[in-house]
Protein backbone atom coordinates (compact mmCIF):
# COMPACT_ATOMS: atom_id res chain seq x y z
CA UNK A 1 0.00 0.00 0.00
CA UNK A 2 3.06 2.71 1.19
CA UNK A 3 4.56 2.06 -2.29
CA UNK A 4 1.70 2.69 -4.08
CA UNK A 5 1.10 5.73 -2.30
CA UNK A 6 4.90 6.51 -2.85
CA UNK A 7 4.18 5.90 -7.06
CA UNK A 8 0.99 8.05 -7.33
CA UNK A 9 3.05 10.95 -5.03
CA UNK A 10 5.92 10.73 -7.33
CA UNK A 11 3.09 11.07 -10.52
CA UNK A 12 1.24 13.79 -8.57
CA UNK A 13 4.30 16.20 -8.31
CA UNK A 14 4.86 15.66 -12.16
CA UNK A 15 0.97 17.13 -12.37
CA UNK A 16 1.41 19.61 -10.05
CA UNK A 17 4.46 20.88 -12.35
CA UNK A 18 2.42 20.97 -15.59
CA UNK A 19 -0.96 22.59 -13.89
CA UNK A 20 1.55 25.85 -12.91
CA UNK A 21 3.11 25.56 -16.18
CA UNK A 22 2.08 23.36 -19.20
CA UNK A 23 4.20 25.63 -21.86
CA UNK A 24 6.39 23.03 -22.67
CA UNK A 25 3.72 20.41 -23.18
CA UNK A 26 1.74 22.60 -25.90
CA UNK A 27 4.69 23.46 -27.84
CA UNK A 28 5.43 19.06 -28.02
CA UNK A 29 2.31 19.38 -29.59
CA UNK A 30 2.85 21.04 -32.42
CA UNK A 31 4.96 18.33 -33.94
CA UNK A 32 2.19 15.78 -33.98
CA UNK A 33 0.21 18.28 -35.32
CA UNK A 34 2.25 19.11 -38.23
CA UNK A 35 2.16 15.08 -39.38
CA UNK A 36 -1.49 15.06 -39.43
CA UNK A 37 -2.05 18.67 -40.95
CA UNK A 38 1.30 18.28 -43.62
CA UNK A 39 2.50 14.68 -44.14
CA UNK A 40 -1.18 13.40 -43.32
CA UNK A 41 -3.06 15.98 -45.81
CA UNK A 42 -0.04 15.26 -48.76
CA UNK A 43 -0.30 11.57 -48.77
CA UNK A 44 -4.14 11.36 -48.40
CA UNK A 45 -4.10 11.11 -51.91
CA UNK A 46 -1.97 8.05 -52.16
CA UNK A 47 -4.82 5.41 -51.69
CA UNK A 48 -2.35 2.47 -51.32
CA UNK A 49 -1.42 3.23 -47.83
CA UNK A 50 -4.48 3.24 -45.97
CA UNK A 51 -6.47 -0.77 -46.04
CA UNK A 52 -9.46 0.10 -47.88
CA UNK A 53 -12.50 2.01 -46.94
CA UNK A 54 -10.30 4.24 -44.65
CA UNK A 55 -8.28 7.52 -45.67
CA UNK A 56 -4.85 8.09 -45.11
CA UNK A 57 -5.23 10.00 -42.27
CA UNK A 58 -7.59 7.95 -40.32
CA UNK A 59 -4.72 5.77 -40.66
CA UNK A 60 -2.16 7.47 -39.57
CA UNK A 61 -3.95 9.55 -36.88
CA UNK A 62 -3.07 6.18 -34.35
CA UNK A 63 0.22 6.17 -35.34
CA UNK A 64 1.00 10.14 -34.93
CA UNK A 65 -0.88 9.65 -31.36
CA UNK A 66 1.57 6.63 -30.33
CA UNK A 67 4.46 8.72 -32.00
CA UNK A 68 3.92 11.92 -29.93
CA UNK A 69 3.44 9.91 -26.51
CA UNK A 70 6.71 7.60 -27.57
CA UNK A 71 8.65 10.93 -28.06
CA UNK A 72 7.76 12.25 -24.69
CA UNK A 73 8.82 9.23 -22.98
CA UNK A 74 11.73 8.63 -24.77
CA UNK A 75 13.60 11.82 -23.84
CA UNK A 76 12.25 11.68 -19.86
CA UNK A 77 15.62 10.51 -18.88
CA UNK A 78 16.77 13.86 -19.72
CA UNK A 79 14.11 14.66 -16.73
CA UNK A 80 16.10 12.55 -14.24
CA UNK A 81 19.53 13.44 -15.47
CA UNK A 82 18.63 16.74 -15.20
CA UNK A 83 16.88 16.13 -11.04
CA UNK A 84 20.28 14.09 -10.56
CA UNK A 85 22.33 17.21 -11.72
CA UNK A 86 20.52 19.18 -8.99
CA UNK A 87 20.14 17.20 -5.54
CA UNK A 88 16.63 16.37 -6.23
CA UNK A 89 16.64 12.60 -7.57
CA UNK A 90 19.14 11.95 -4.43
CA UNK A 91 16.67 13.69 -2.16
CA UNK A 92 14.22 11.75 -3.31
CA UNK A 93 16.16 8.25 -2.86
CA UNK A 94 17.27 9.03 0.90
CA UNK A 95 13.66 9.22 1.78
CA UNK A 96 11.69 5.68 3.09
CA UNK A 97 10.22 5.34 -0.26
CA UNK A 98 11.48 2.42 -2.29
CA UNK A 99 13.34 2.92 -4.94
CA UNK A 100 11.25 1.32 -7.42
CA UNK A 101 8.43 2.76 -6.38
CA UNK A 102 10.29 5.90 -7.20
CA UNK A 103 11.26 4.86 -10.43
CA UNK A 104 7.09 3.49 -11.07
CA UNK A 105 6.35 7.18 -10.36
CA UNK A 106 8.61 8.47 -12.63
CA UNK A 107 7.14 6.55 -15.11
CA UNK A 108 3.84 7.51 -14.50
CA UNK A 109 4.37 10.98 -14.28
CA UNK A 110 6.02 10.58 -18.14
CA UNK A 111 2.71 9.10 -18.30
CA UNK A 112 0.64 11.84 -16.80
CA UNK A 113 2.42 13.91 -19.92
CA UNK A 114 1.93 11.71 -22.35
CA UNK A 115 -1.94 11.53 -21.41
CA UNK A 116 -1.98 15.42 -22.02
CA UNK A 117 -0.83 14.64 -25.88
CA UNK A 118 -3.09 12.04 -25.92
CA UNK A 119 -5.96 14.87 -25.31
CA UNK A 120 -4.31 17.00 -27.62
CA UNK A 121 -4.33 14.59 -31.01
CA UNK A 122 -8.07 13.52 -30.16
CA UNK A 123 -8.72 17.23 -29.87
CA UNK A 124 -6.62 17.97 -33.32
CA UNK A 125 -8.78 14.88 -34.58
CA UNK A 126 -12.30 15.98 -34.16
CA UNK A 127 -10.97 19.28 -35.10
CA UNK A 128 -9.70 17.78 -38.53
CA UNK A 129 -12.82 16.12 -39.27
CA UNK A 130 -10.56 13.10 -39.26
CA UNK A 131 -13.26 10.07 -38.42
CA UNK A 132 -12.47 7.76 -35.48
CA UNK A 133 -14.34 5.56 -33.17
CA UNK A 134 -15.00 7.92 -30.35
CA UNK A 135 -16.73 4.84 -28.24
CA UNK A 136 -15.87 5.57 -24.39
CA UNK A 137 -14.38 2.49 -23.59
CA UNK A 138 -12.16 2.16 -26.68
CA UNK A 139 -11.06 5.95 -25.61
CA UNK A 140 -10.86 4.55 -22.32
CA UNK A 141 -8.01 1.95 -23.74
CA UNK A 142 -6.53 3.68 -25.57
CA UNK A 143 -5.88 6.19 -22.64
CA UNK A 144 -4.53 3.10 -20.81
CA UNK A 145 -2.43 2.28 -23.74
CA UNK A 146 -0.79 5.71 -24.01
CA UNK A 147 0.08 5.08 -20.37
CA UNK A 148 1.54 1.99 -20.97
CA UNK A 149 3.52 3.31 -23.49
CA UNK A 150 4.89 5.88 -21.32
CA UNK A 151 5.87 4.05 -18.79
CA UNK A 152 7.81 1.14 -20.77
CA UNK A 153 9.68 4.20 -23.16
CA UNK A 154 10.37 6.81 -20.01
CA UNK A 155 11.91 3.09 -18.06
CA UNK A 156 13.86 2.46 -20.78
CA UNK A 157 15.08 6.03 -20.90
CA UNK A 158 15.52 6.08 -17.75
CA UNK A 159 18.07 2.86 -17.96
CA UNK A 160 19.81 4.90 -20.58
CA UNK A 161 20.31 7.55 -18.00
CA UNK A 162 21.58 5.28 -15.61
CA UNK A 163 24.77 4.65 -17.73
CA UNK A 164 24.80 7.45 -19.87
CA UNK A 165 24.92 10.13 -17.14
CA UNK A 166 24.76 13.50 -18.99
CA UNK A 167 21.97 15.66 -20.35
CA UNK A 168 23.88 15.98 -24.18
CA UNK A 169 24.42 12.06 -24.34
CA UNK A 170 20.64 11.67 -23.52
CA UNK A 171 19.74 14.12 -26.47
CA UNK A 172 22.07 12.41 -28.81
CA UNK A 173 20.93 8.68 -27.77
CA UNK A 174 16.95 9.91 -27.72
CA UNK A 175 17.52 11.26 -31.69
CA UNK A 176 19.07 8.48 -32.67
CA UNK A 177 16.40 6.26 -31.32
CA UNK A 178 13.35 7.89 -32.23
CA UNK A 179 13.37 7.86 -35.46
CA UNK A 180 13.75 4.40 -36.42
CA UNK A 181 11.39 3.19 -33.49
CA UNK A 182 9.28 5.60 -35.45
CA UNK A 183 10.08 4.73 -39.16
CA UNK A 184 10.67 0.34 -38.03
CA UNK A 185 6.69 0.73 -36.86
CA UNK A 186 3.04 0.76 -38.74
CA UNK A 187 3.04 3.59 -37.55
CA UNK A 188 2.59 6.11 -40.87
CA UNK A 189 2.75 2.90 -43.67
CA UNK A 190 1.41 -0.65 -43.36
CA UNK A 191 4.76 -3.37 -41.99
CA UNK A 192 3.90 -5.30 -45.38
CA UNK A 193 5.52 -2.35 -47.31
CA UNK A 194 8.64 -2.28 -45.69
CA UNK A 195 11.78 -4.69 -47.11
CA UNK A 196 12.25 -8.21 -45.61
CA UNK A 197 15.41 -6.67 -43.37
CA UNK A 198 13.34 -3.72 -41.83
CA UNK A 199 10.17 -6.04 -40.96
CA UNK A 200 12.13 -8.01 -38.33
CA UNK A 201 13.48 -4.49 -36.59
CA UNK A 202 9.49 -3.95 -37.04
CA UNK A 203 8.44 -6.57 -34.97
CA UNK A 204 10.30 -6.98 -32.00
CA UNK A 205 9.48 -2.47 -31.80
CA UNK A 206 7.02 -2.30 -29.29
CA UNK A 207 5.73 0.89 -31.22
CA UNK A 208 4.22 -1.34 -33.43
CA UNK A 209 1.98 -3.40 -31.29
CA UNK A 210 1.09 -0.24 -29.67
CA UNK A 211 -0.15 1.25 -32.99
CA UNK A 212 -2.12 -1.69 -34.22
CA UNK A 213 -3.81 -1.69 -30.78
CA UNK A 214 -4.55 1.66 -31.20
CA UNK A 215 -5.76 1.18 -34.87
CA UNK A 216 -8.27 -1.77 -33.86
CA UNK A 217 -9.69 -0.03 -30.81
CA UNK A 218 -9.99 3.20 -32.87
CA UNK A 219 -10.16 2.61 -36.69
CA UNK A 220 -11.53 -1.33 -37.64
CA UNK A 221 -13.32 -2.58 -34.05
CA UNK A 222 -12.01 -5.70 -34.99
CA UNK A 223 -10.04 -6.82 -31.36
CA UNK A 224 -8.78 -9.69 -32.64
CA UNK A 225 -4.81 -9.17 -32.57
CA UNK A 226 -5.52 -6.63 -29.21
CA UNK A 227 -4.44 -9.60 -26.65
CA UNK A 228 -1.04 -10.45 -28.60
CA UNK A 229 -0.38 -6.42 -28.83
CA UNK A 230 -1.12 -5.81 -25.02
CA UNK A 231 0.92 -8.71 -24.08
CA UNK A 232 3.79 -7.71 -26.15
CA UNK A 233 3.58 -4.20 -24.26
CA UNK A 234 3.17 -5.57 -21.09
CA UNK A 235 6.37 -7.57 -21.85
CA UNK A 236 8.51 -4.87 -22.33
CA UNK A 237 6.58 -2.32 -19.98
CA UNK A 238 7.69 -4.52 -16.99
CA UNK A 239 10.98 -5.64 -18.43
CA UNK A 240 12.09 -2.07 -18.63
CA UNK A 241 10.63 -0.65 -15.29
CA UNK A 242 12.21 -3.57 -13.50
CA UNK A 243 15.70 -2.70 -15.12
CA UNK A 244 15.58 0.57 -14.17
CA UNK A 245 14.05 0.43 -10.74
CA UNK A 246 17.50 -1.73 -10.09
CA UNK A 247 19.92 0.62 -12.05
CA UNK A 248 18.76 3.97 -11.00
CA UNK A 249 20.66 4.13 -8.16
CA UNK A 250 23.77 4.33 -10.54
CA UNK A 251 22.73 7.93 -11.10
CA UNK A 252 23.61 8.74 -7.84
CA UNK A 253 26.85 6.92 -7.04
CA UNK B 1 23.13 4.70 22.39
CA UNK B 2 25.38 6.96 20.42
CA UNK B 3 23.21 8.47 17.28
CA UNK B 4 26.22 7.40 15.21
CA UNK B 5 28.62 5.08 15.20
CA UNK B 6 31.05 4.50 12.04
CA UNK B 7 33.91 2.38 12.21
CA UNK B 8 36.57 1.06 9.69
CA UNK B 9 34.13 2.48 6.89
CA UNK B 10 36.24 2.13 3.43
CA UNK B 11 35.22 3.04 0.15
CA UNK B 12 36.65 2.92 -3.30
CA UNK B 13 35.28 3.55 -6.17
CA UNK B 14 35.70 1.67 -9.72
CA UNK B 15 38.94 3.74 -11.19
CA UNK B 16 40.41 2.64 -7.57
CA UNK B 17 39.93 5.90 -5.82
CA UNK B 18 40.05 5.50 -2.08
CA UNK B 19 37.68 8.13 -1.23
CA UNK B 20 37.06 6.80 2.29
CA UNK B 21 40.46 4.73 3.66
CA UNK B 22 39.07 3.54 6.96
CA UNK B 23 37.72 5.85 9.17
CA UNK B 24 36.32 5.49 12.19
CA UNK B 25 34.28 7.71 14.80
CA UNK B 26 30.92 8.25 16.94
CA UNK B 27 28.76 11.02 17.40
CA UNK B 28 26.29 11.26 20.63
CA UNK B 29 22.66 12.02 20.18
CA UNK B 30 21.63 15.36 20.53
CA UNK B 31 25.40 16.84 19.42
CA UNK B 32 26.53 18.71 16.42
CA UNK B 33 28.88 17.07 14.94
CA UNK B 34 31.24 18.84 11.89
CA UNK B 35 33.13 16.68 9.09
CA UNK B 36 35.88 19.53 8.13
CA UNK B 37 38.27 18.67 5.16
CA UNK B 38 39.07 20.48 1.88
CA UNK B 39 37.09 18.68 -1.82
CA UNK B 40 37.85 15.57 -1.90
CA UNK B 41 38.49 14.80 1.65
CA UNK B 42 35.79 11.90 1.33
CA UNK B 43 32.93 14.06 3.84
CA UNK B 44 30.32 13.48 1.37
CA UNK B 45 30.89 10.06 0.55
CA UNK B 46 31.16 9.70 4.24
CA UNK B 47 27.51 11.06 4.34
CA UNK B 48 26.14 9.06 1.32
CA UNK B 49 27.38 6.07 3.03
CA UNK B 50 25.32 7.01 6.56
CA UNK B 51 22.27 7.95 4.63
CA UNK B 52 21.98 4.78 2.31
CA UNK B 53 22.71 6.30 -0.69
CA UNK B 54 25.93 4.03 -1.61
CA UNK B 55 27.47 1.10 -0.17
CA UNK B 56 30.53 1.25 1.10
CA UNK B 57 33.46 -0.99 -0.01
CA UNK B 58 34.01 -2.43 3.81
CA UNK B 59 33.40 -1.22 7.43
CA UNK B 60 30.54 -0.37 9.32
CA UNK B 61 28.08 2.34 10.10
CA UNK B 62 24.96 2.38 12.49
CA UNK B 63 22.43 5.25 13.05
CA UNK B 64 20.77 4.94 16.51
CA UNK B 65 22.07 1.43 16.63
CA UNK B 66 20.25 0.48 12.96
CA UNK B 67 23.15 -0.79 10.52
CA UNK B 68 22.98 1.67 7.51
CA UNK B 69 23.78 -1.82 5.34
CA UNK B 70 21.07 -4.34 7.11
CA UNK B 71 18.42 -1.96 6.89
CA UNK B 72 18.75 0.98 4.82
CA UNK B 73 14.61 1.21 4.84
CA UNK B 74 14.92 1.90 8.57
CA UNK B 75 17.53 4.80 8.91
CA UNK B 76 15.68 6.44 6.11
CA UNK B 77 12.56 6.50 7.96
CA UNK B 78 14.50 8.01 11.45
CA UNK B 79 16.89 10.97 9.13
CA UNK B 80 16.54 14.04 7.08
CA UNK B 81 19.43 14.64 4.57
CA UNK B 82 19.95 17.81 3.03
CA UNK B 83 22.13 17.15 -0.29
CA UNK B 84 24.85 19.90 -1.33
CA UNK B 85 22.68 20.55 -4.51
CA UNK B 86 19.58 21.88 -4.74
CA UNK B 87 17.00 19.46 -3.92
CA UNK B 88 13.68 21.51 -4.22
CA UNK B 89 11.98 21.62 -7.09
CA UNK B 90 11.57 25.25 -8.24
CA UNK B 91 8.42 24.41 -10.98
CA UNK B 92 6.46 23.72 -7.45
CA UNK B 93 5.54 26.20 -4.80
CA UNK B 94 7.40 25.86 -1.32
CA UNK B 95 4.36 24.38 0.20
CA UNK B 96 3.85 21.89 -2.79
CA UNK B 97 7.50 20.68 -2.39
CA UNK B 98 6.86 20.13 1.47
CA UNK B 99 3.64 18.15 0.63
CA UNK B 100 5.39 15.68 -1.96
CA UNK B 101 7.99 14.63 0.78
CA UNK B 102 5.56 14.53 3.86
CA UNK B 103 3.79 11.90 1.55
CA UNK B 104 7.14 10.53 0.83
CA UNK B 105 8.37 10.19 4.32
CA UNK B 106 4.86 8.51 4.85
CA UNK B 107 3.61 10.98 7.50
CA UNK B 108 -0.22 10.33 8.58
CA UNK B 109 -2.40 12.80 6.66
CA UNK B 110 -4.17 13.90 9.78
CA UNK B 111 -0.70 15.38 10.47
CA UNK B 112 0.43 16.89 6.96
CA UNK B 113 -0.64 20.10 6.95
CA UNK B 114 0.34 20.85 10.78
CA UNK B 115 3.94 19.12 10.46
CA UNK B 116 4.27 21.41 6.94
CA UNK B 117 2.93 24.46 8.61
CA UNK B 118 5.32 23.72 11.54
CA UNK B 119 8.59 23.58 9.03
CA UNK B 120 7.73 26.58 6.88
CA UNK B 121 7.14 28.12 10.29
CA UNK B 122 10.41 27.20 11.65
CA UNK B 123 12.78 28.12 8.30
CA UNK B 124 10.67 31.63 8.62
CA UNK B 125 8.88 30.78 4.63
CA UNK B 126 5.35 31.00 5.81
CA UNK B 127 4.47 33.95 4.34
CA UNK B 128 6.14 32.81 0.79
CA UNK B 129 4.71 29.31 0.81
CA UNK B 130 2.61 29.42 -2.28
CA UNK B 131 5.36 31.19 -4.59
CA UNK B 132 7.38 28.63 -6.87
CA UNK B 133 10.39 27.93 -5.78
CA UNK B 134 12.02 29.21 -8.80
CA UNK B 135 11.44 32.73 -7.52
CA UNK B 136 13.26 32.25 -4.34
CA UNK B 137 16.39 33.24 -3.01
CA UNK B 138 19.34 31.02 -2.80
CA UNK B 139 19.12 31.40 0.84
CA UNK B 140 15.67 30.63 0.63
CA UNK B 141 15.83 27.89 -0.89
CA UNK B 142 18.56 26.06 0.96
CA UNK B 143 15.84 26.77 4.00
CA UNK B 144 13.17 25.56 1.99
CA UNK B 145 15.60 22.01 1.66
CA UNK B 146 15.86 21.90 5.14
CA UNK B 147 12.07 22.12 6.03
CA UNK B 148 11.77 19.71 3.63
CA UNK B 149 14.14 16.95 5.63
CA UNK B 150 12.30 18.30 9.17
CA UNK B 151 8.65 17.61 7.57
CA UNK B 152 9.84 13.55 8.78
CA UNK B 153 11.06 14.96 12.59
CA UNK B 154 13.84 13.21 12.29
CA UNK B 155 16.12 12.49 14.75
CA UNK B 156 19.65 13.06 12.84
CA UNK B 157 19.82 15.20 10.15
CA UNK B 158 22.40 15.56 7.77
CA UNK B 159 23.32 18.62 6.50
CA UNK B 160 25.97 18.84 2.91
CA UNK B 161 27.68 22.13 2.73
CA UNK B 162 24.26 23.69 4.39
CA UNK B 163 25.91 27.32 3.59
CA UNK B 164 27.94 26.93 0.18
CA UNK B 165 27.12 29.42 -2.08
CA UNK B 166 25.20 31.56 0.00
CA UNK B 167 25.76 34.92 0.49
CA UNK B 168 26.68 36.16 3.92
CA UNK B 169 23.32 37.58 5.11
CA UNK B 170 21.91 33.82 3.98
CA UNK B 171 24.72 32.36 5.30
CA UNK B 172 24.37 33.53 9.04
CA UNK B 173 20.31 33.42 8.77
CA UNK B 174 21.23 29.24 7.75
CA UNK B 175 23.61 28.90 10.49
CA UNK B 176 21.19 29.88 13.24
CA UNK B 177 18.45 27.73 12.44
CA UNK B 178 20.68 25.10 12.04
CA UNK B 179 21.77 26.07 16.03
CA UNK B 180 18.26 26.60 16.98
CA UNK B 181 17.07 23.54 15.78
CA UNK B 182 19.74 21.60 17.97
CA UNK B 183 18.86 23.05 20.83
CA UNK B 184 15.25 23.36 20.76
CA UNK B 185 14.57 19.55 19.53
CA UNK B 186 17.32 18.36 20.29
CA UNK B 187 18.37 17.37 16.85
CA UNK B 188 21.16 15.06 16.31
CA UNK B 189 23.30 16.51 13.26
CA UNK B 190 25.93 16.02 11.21
CA UNK B 191 27.70 18.83 8.94
CA UNK B 192 29.98 18.72 6.65
CA UNK B 193 31.91 21.95 5.88
CA UNK B 194 35.12 23.46 4.43
CA UNK B 195 34.60 26.66 6.22
CA UNK B 196 36.43 26.66 9.23
CA UNK B 197 34.43 29.50 11.12
CA UNK B 198 31.41 28.27 10.28
CA UNK B 199 32.72 24.79 12.10
CA UNK B 200 34.10 26.55 15.06
CA UNK B 201 30.44 28.99 15.42
CA UNK B 202 28.29 25.74 15.27
CA UNK B 203 30.21 22.19 15.62
CA UNK B 204 30.19 20.82 19.21
CA UNK B 205 32.67 18.35 18.10
CA UNK B 206 34.87 18.10 14.91
CA UNK B 207 36.60 15.92 12.70
CA UNK B 208 39.31 16.73 10.32
CA UNK B 209 39.36 15.11 7.43
CA UNK B 210 41.73 14.85 4.28
CA UNK B 211 41.93 12.37 1.58
CA UNK B 212 39.75 9.76 2.76
CA UNK B 213 41.00 10.17 6.56
CA UNK B 214 40.37 11.45 9.97
CA UNK B 215 42.93 13.63 11.55
CA UNK B 216 41.71 14.48 14.83
CA UNK B 217 38.43 14.72 16.53
CA UNK B 218 38.00 17.12 19.32
CA UNK B 219 36.47 19.86 20.15
CA UNK B 220 36.73 23.63 18.23
CA UNK B 221 38.16 25.13 21.56
CA UNK B 222 40.82 21.90 22.21
CA UNK B 223 41.94 21.42 18.87
CA UNK B 224 42.41 25.11 19.16
CA UNK B 225 44.39 24.88 22.44
CA UNK B 226 46.22 22.08 20.77
CA UNK B 227 47.82 24.19 18.06
CA UNK B 228 49.19 25.92 20.82
CA UNK B 229 47.91 29.64 22.43
CA UNK B 230 47.38 33.26 21.60
CA UNK B 231 50.19 35.24 19.95
CA UNK B 232 49.65 38.88 21.26
CA UNK B 233 51.99 40.95 18.74
CA UNK B 234 52.96 44.79 20.46
CA UNK B 235 54.57 47.31 17.84
CA UNK B 236 57.33 49.31 19.78
CA UNK B 237 60.12 51.84 18.14
CA UNK B 238 62.81 49.34 16.68
CA UNK B 239 65.33 50.53 18.91
CA UNK B 240 63.71 49.42 22.11
CA UNK B 241 65.86 46.71 24.56
CA UNK B 242 64.32 43.26 25.07
CA UNK B 243 61.67 42.99 28.18
CA UNK B 244 61.62 40.19 30.07
CA UNK B 245 58.23 39.12 31.12
CA UNK B 246 56.62 37.51 34.38
CA UNK B 247 56.58 33.87 33.43
CA UNK B 248 52.24 33.77 34.04
CA UNK B 249 52.39 37.19 31.17
CA UNK B 250 52.89 34.56 28.66
CA UNK B 251 56.54 33.65 26.53
CA UNK B 252 58.25 36.43 24.81
CA UNK B 253 58.17 34.29 21.15
CA UNK B 254 60.69 37.34 19.46
CA UNK B 255 61.82 41.04 20.04
CA UNK B 256 62.88 42.46 16.78
CA UNK B 257 62.30 45.04 14.55
CA UNK B 258 60.43 46.44 16.72
CA UNK B 259 57.98 43.70 16.99
CA UNK B 260 56.76 41.92 20.28
CA UNK B 261 55.34 38.68 19.62
CA UNK B 262 54.28 37.02 22.77
CA UNK B 263 52.57 33.58 23.28
CA UNK B 264 49.87 33.35 25.85
CA UNK B 265 46.72 32.20 26.88
CA UNK B 266 43.19 34.05 26.93
CA UNK B 267 45.34 36.96 25.29
CA UNK B 268 42.89 39.58 25.54
CA UNK B 269 42.68 38.99 29.81
CA UNK B 270 46.36 39.75 28.84
CA UNK B 271 46.89 42.88 27.22
CA UNK B 272 46.21 45.81 29.86
CA UNK B 273 48.50 43.51 31.85
CA UNK B 274 51.05 44.26 28.51
CA UNK B 275 50.52 48.01 28.33
CA UNK B 276 50.84 48.28 32.30
CA UNK B 277 54.05 46.63 32.15
CA UNK B 278 55.50 48.31 29.26
CA UNK B 279 54.45 51.73 30.61
CA UNK B 280 56.43 50.83 33.94
CA UNK B 281 59.23 50.34 31.74
CA UNK B 282 58.50 53.59 30.00
CA UNK B 283 58.46 51.81 26.50
CA UNK B 284 56.16 54.07 24.38
CA UNK B 285 53.58 51.73 22.34
CA UNK B 286 52.77 52.23 18.75
CA UNK B 287 49.84 49.31 18.26
CA UNK B 288 49.22 46.21 19.95
CA UNK B 289 47.19 43.49 18.38
CA UNK B 290 45.76 39.98 19.12
CA UNK B 291 45.83 36.59 17.36
CA UNK B 292 44.19 33.75 18.15
CA UNK B 293 44.52 30.31 16.72
CA UNK B 294 41.98 29.02 14.18
CA UNK B 295 41.01 26.41 13.20
CA UNK B 296 42.78 26.74 10.11
CA UNK B 297 45.92 26.49 11.96
CA UNK B 298 44.64 23.46 13.21
CA UNK B 299 43.95 21.94 9.69
CA UNK B 300 47.76 23.03 9.18
CA UNK B 301 48.77 21.38 12.20
CA UNK B 302 46.60 17.53 11.47
CA UNK B 303 46.41 17.70 7.73
CA UNK B 304 49.39 19.31 6.89
CA UNK B 305 47.83 21.61 4.21
CA UNK B 306 45.78 24.86 4.04
CA UNK B 307 41.87 24.09 3.19
CA UNK B 308 41.80 25.22 -0.15
CA UNK B 309 38.43 27.82 -0.69
CA UNK B 310 39.32 28.82 -4.01
CA UNK B 311 37.46 25.63 -5.63
CA UNK B 312 34.27 27.19 -3.84
CA UNK B 313 34.00 30.36 -5.86
CA UNK B 314 32.39 29.10 -8.78
CA UNK B 315 30.16 27.27 -7.04
CA UNK B 316 28.36 30.09 -5.66
CA UNK B 317 26.46 31.75 -8.56
CA UNK B 318 25.77 28.73 -9.88
CA UNK B 319 23.25 27.51 -7.74
CA UNK B 320 20.06 29.78 -8.20
CA UNK B 321 20.61 29.55 -11.42
CA UNK B 322 20.55 25.88 -11.34
CA UNK B 323 17.51 25.84 -10.26
CA UNK B 324 16.51 28.31 -12.67
CA UNK B 325 16.83 27.24 -15.61
CA UNK B 326 14.06 24.69 -15.58
CA UNK B 327 14.40 21.83 -17.98
Given at each position: MRSIASVVTVAEMEARKIRHDSTELWMRAIQPALWLLIFGEVLNSVKVLAPAGYSYMQYIAPGVLAQSVLFVAIFYGITIVWERDVGLLTKLLSTPSPRSSIVIGKALASAVRGVFQAVVIFALSLLLGIRLRFDPLDVLGVFGIVVMLSMCFSSFSMILASFLKTRDRMMGIGQVLTMPLFFASSAIYPISLMPYWLKYVAYVNPLSYVVDAMRSLLLTGDYSSVPLDLGALVVATVFFVGVASVVVKRLVQ | MKAVEVDGLTKVYGRGTRALDGIGFSVDEGEIFGLLGPNGA??????????????????????????????????????????????????????????????????????????????????????????????????????????????????????????????????????????????????????????????????????????????????????????????????????????????????????????????????????????????????????????????????????????????????????????????
Open positions: - | GKSTTIKVLTTLIRPTSGTARVFGTDVLQHPQQVRQMMGYVPQAISVDGDLTGYENLLIFSKLFYVEKSERRARIDEALEFMQLAERADDLVKHYSGGMMRRLEIAQALVNRPRILFLDEPSIGLDPFSKNEVKSRVRELNRELNMTMIVTTHDMVEADEICDRVAIMNAGRIAVVDTPTRLKESVGGDIVTVRVPPATAAVSLPPDLGRLLSSEGGEMRILTQNGEEKIPRVIALLEAREVPIESISLAKPTLDDVFIKYAGSRVDQGRYVEARSERRNFARRGR
